[in-house]
Nanobody, 124 residues
Framework: QVQLVESGGGLVQAGGSLRLACAAS????????MAWFRQAPGEEREFVAA????????SYANSVKGRFTIDRDHAKNTVYLQMNSLTPEDTAVYYC?????????????????WGQGTQVTVSS
């Protein structure tokens, strides 16, 4: 019983930062594993980051480690993706995903609920 809506995408220059937000509805939000995926034109949707139910366990794709940070605010029913040191290779549609799983997985098939996506474009 989760509905997800992403926001915060836009155009940014290389080296800049952007903060994405995923607003969730549903009383069981705090018990869901949350994740971010992205998909560039002509590419497969790829895993970016994920957070466990409590937020004490996180996972990141090697391509974004040290640059991106996932965090969640249970009071606001929102999960965020802070993106720093952006490069043109980060250009993609970013999707928020959620699942009732207890453990984090880095594949699209591991998540049942998905947002509509938000475009992130990084200029060189």
């Amino acid at each position: 019983q989760v509905q997800l809506v992403e926001s915060g995408g836009g155009l940014v220059q290389a080296g800049g930062s952007l903060r994405l937000a995923c607003a969730a509805s549903g009383r069981t939000f705090s018990r869901y594993v949350m994740a971010w995926f992205r998909q560039a034109p002509g590419e497969e949707r790829e895993f970016v980051a994920a957070s466990s139910w409590t937020g004490d366990s996180t996972s990141y794709a090697n391509s974004v480690k040290g640059r991106f940070t996932i965090d969640r605010d249970h009071a606001k029913n929102t999960v965020y993706l802070q993106m720093n040191s952006l490069t043109p290779e980060d250009t993609a549609v970013y999707y928020c995903a959620a699942d009732s799983r207890r453990t984090i997985v880095g594949r699209t098939s591991g998540y049942y609920y998905w947002g509509q996506g938000t475009q992130v474009t990084v200029s060189s």
